[in-house]
């Protein structure tokens, strides 16, 4: 029998989040610091729309580009929040969340040999996307001593003649942390003077603690060629409700709905009742959410600096990305064995890419009281080493 499996497929790993919390799952009273989702249920006025909208018998699909009273909201809510103006009929596309906007987004901008530069640690899914639609995934370094803000210079070294795409995301998974305007103003000069079209993961936007979030498209004259990807799972708590959306420029946003209608036809109807309802009354709800979120990185970040792991104070998303280098343990040693000897469940910096080697990342979304004892776990485990 012939080798049915693609090159494609064979490239891209397994997940290194999913990879160790299969572990995870079969160990009891682990604390899990891992998984990068929200602690909290989604607000009641929410599930109660996506009830009624089944009980109304809303179970068709959408338009393609998601239902019309969602997409106006979405953008009033994203002119009113962040000086972002996008027609709905032309430049917007709701998504089954910002995963497959991501996906959508990559592939519609890349031809095969094309460079996709990728500001790293990210997420996990970036390169792997590149890889399937047959472009170059290339790293550019976030470095701690910045932050791990994109620089501009680091940044250069890395723009070659094949270079078609740059792909960002702050707040940022795994490190927290924010571009402000004037960090963005240099990154927009770079795009704009070796035509790059850029893809911005703004899903962590609402979550930024110290100032208001400036959405990458509002800086120079980089709206034209920018691809904004946001969502409602992180802010409203509603992951499995699988909504986001992509807003872009009539001729990018077409590229991608063509595949979206393909690949998806639409994002399912009874999450987008309950996306339109988040818009529309949980924002006292998500105020809360962000307020308590704050009040945990405080007291988190405090702890792990006490116990011997130096961390930058994330300024945004829900993540504490410290040093570990101390330890004298690499990052997949030390995720393993404070999971095996202490019960706490951190993912390695490493499966970010390169440049999250001698990190690890915690999730502090989850309760006050489990932070405070994955603390004394994290604390006791290191005085061991």
């Given amino acids: 029998m012939r080798d049915f499996i693609s090159e494609r497929a064979r490239e891209i790993p397994p997940s290194g989040i999913r990879k160790f919390f299969d572990l995870v799952l079969t160990m009891e009273g682990v604390i899990s610091l891992g998984v990068g989702e929200p602690d909290f249920r989604t607000p009641w006025t929410i599930c109660e729309s996506g009830i009624y909208s089944v009980e109304q018998g809303a179970t068709s699909y959408s338009s393609n580009r998601g239902i019309q009273k969602l997409r106006d909201a979405l953008s009033r809510h994203l002119a009113q929040q962040y000086n972002l103006s996008y027609d709905s009929n032309t430049e917007m596309i709701i998504t089954t969340g910002v995963s497959e906007g991501l996906d959508i987004a990559i592939r519609a901008v890349t031809d095969p040999g094309d460079e996709v530069l990728i500001a790293q640690p ?5 390169a792997p996307c590149v890889t399937l639609a047959g472009g170059k995934p290339v790293p550019v370094r976030c470095v701690e001593k910045d932050h791990f803000k994109l620089n501009p210079d680091l940044l250069a070294e890395k723009i070659t003649p094949k270079s078609k795409a740059l792909l960002i995301n702050f707040p940022n998974n795994p490190t927290g942390a924010v571009m402000s305007k004037d960090d963005l103003k240099p990154i927009a000069d770079l795009a704009i003077d070796h035509d790059l079209v850029v893809i911005s993961d703004e899903v962590y936007s609402e979550l930024s603690y110290e100032k208001p979030h400036c959405a990458t498209a509002t800086v120079g004259d980089l709206r034209e060629r920018t691809i904004t990807l946001n969502g409602f799972s992180k802010a409203y708590a509603m992951t499995g409700w699988r909504i986001g959306y992509l807003c872009a420029p009539p001729e990018l946003c077409d590229a991608a709905l063509k595949i979206h209608q393909y690949v998806m036809l639409c994002a399912p109807v009874i999450g987008q009742a309950g996306a339109a309802e988040a818009l529309h009354s949980a924002e006292e709800d998500k105020n809360g959410m962000v307020n308590e979120y704050r009040l945990r990185r405080n007291m988190f970040i405090a702890g792990l600096n006490r116990a011997g792991l130096p961390c930058h104070v994330p300024e945004g998303a829900f993540y504490a990305f410290p040093s570990i280098e101390k330890t004298g343990l690499s990052d997949s040693e030390f995720a393993e064995r404070l999971l ?34 994955a603390l004394k776990r994290i604390e006791s485990f290191i005085t061991d080493l």
């Fill in 122 to 126: 990210s997420y996990v899914s970036y």
């Fill in 340 to 373: 095996h000897e202490q019960k706490v469940a951190v993912v390695p910096g490493s499966v970010f890419g390169e440049g999250g080697a001698g990190h690890i990342r915690c999730a502090y979304a989850v309760s006050r009281q489990d932070l405070s004892e």
